[in-house]
């Protein structure tokens, strides 16, 4: 893909609800390196700094943001607001690469950034056809 190719758009199919912990936390891995819709939440960390938290239902996720080009803090402040230090978002992306560095927390890397997220409906993870 070269610069001002049009992205590819991807069909997707659901995956569990993101609340069934343990359903999720089984087709996460499952899918690792394929790509995945997830509906993530972000938590920003003092003003200056990075994302503090980030997960999908209850499970954390080390979220990368390296091949945005535009950093995920300042997608997040595009969709929910300077000033919002939580923002829930639909992230697309592979899951469960292996952190750079010690981690206890699978990394997302996230490829594409979505709308925000209705959080008082019932999310799913999704995964691309």
Do not use: I
Request: proline content about 8%.
């Amino acid at each position: 893909m070269r610069k001002g190719d049009p992205e590819p758009v991807h069909e997707f199919e659901p995956g569990p609800v993101v609340t069934d912990t343990k359903a999720l936390t089984t087709w996460l891995e499952a899918n690792r390196g394929k790509r995945l819709r997830l509906p993530v939440v972000l938590e920003r960390g003092e003003l200056g700094q990075g994302l503090e938290r980030s997960r999908v239902g209850a499970v954390e996720l080390h979220v990368t943001d390296l091949a945005l080009g535009v950093p995920l803090s300042e997608r997040m402040a595009q969709k929910c607001g300077r000033e919002a230090t939580r923002c829930a978002l639909w992230l697309e992306g592979r899951y469960g690469e292996k952190p750079p560095f010690p981690s206890d927390r699978p990394q997302y890397e996230v490829l594409k950034v979505g709308e925000v997220v209705d959080e008082t409906v019932e999310l799913k993870g999704e995964r691309a056809k």
